[in-house]
Antibody
């Protein structure tokens, strides 16, 4: 059964750093683009970043560009998000999600989501 | 500010039909990019409900249906059930942002 499990969330002070992980199982991880999506308390979904199936291509939304770095290790079926210079408005549940690749491009929708990990940025 | 606009809430009695609109622009839905829908039950992660405008993944009841026209899309729930009470999000690709964009979300309440 395909599954994504996030970890690494927690309480961090403004300006601090955190590294999130997402472990995949039950499917061929290297066949998928992977993304991070967050949801602030009581708010909607915000897509943050994606990485291509072999990790060559990455993309970020403006709000996290230069502060967050997405990476993956296909040998360990794992996705990562390094978050630096965190701000209070980064407080959210962070989800990893998969998007199948075909002919070098994603399908542009997420067919599997993890349960999420909560990041709280507060002094 | 979400790129795709949805009504904050819709409600209906059990058995009724409700629809949720999703309005975009010429850089996303209007450019021909597909619309997808997710259901988020309280306290859980989002789940894919409709992909490619009209397609249901295996296991999704046929009470849920999607459509798309011009710069908008809609999700319809027929025969509304108590278990359908959740938040629903539309999603597409936006060429000006070169990435995924979500709707603002709609809370469905079963009266």
């Amino acid at each position: 059964q395909a599954q994504l499990v996030e970890s690494g969330g927690g309480l961090v002070k403004p300006g601090g750093s955190l590294r999130l992980s997402c472990e995949a199982s039950g499917f061929t991880f290297s066949d998928y683009y992977m993304s991070w999506v967050r949801q602030a308390p009581g708010k909607g979904l915000e897509w943050l970043s994606y990485i291509s199936s072999v990790g060559v291509t990455t993309y970020y939304v403006d709000s996290v560009e230069g502060r967050f770095t997405i990476s993956r290790d296909n040998s360990k079926n794992s996705l990562f998000l390094q978050m630096n210079n965190l701000r209070a408005d980064d407080t959210a549940v962070y989800y990893c999600a998969r998007d199948r690749e075909a002919y070098g491009a994603p399908y542009w929708y997420f067919d599997l989501w993890g349960r999420g990990t909560l990041v709280t940025v507060s002094s | 500010q979400s790129v795709l606009t949805q009504p904050p809430s819709v409600s209906g009695a059990p058995g009724q039909r409700v629809t949720i609109s999703c309005t975009g622009s010429n850089s996303n839905i209007g450019a021909g990019y597909d619309v997808h829908w997710y259901q988020q039950l309280p306290g859980t992660s989002p789940k894919l409900l409709i992909f490619g405008n009209t397609n249901r993944p295996s296991g999704v009841p046929d009470r849920f249906s999607g459509s798309k026209s011009g710069t908008s899309a809609s999700l319809a729930i027929t025969g509304l059930q108590a278990e359908d009470e959740a938040d629903y999000y539309c999603q597409s690709f936006d060429s000006s942002r070169d990435g995924y964009v979500f709707g603002s979300g709609t809370k469905v309440t079963v009266l």
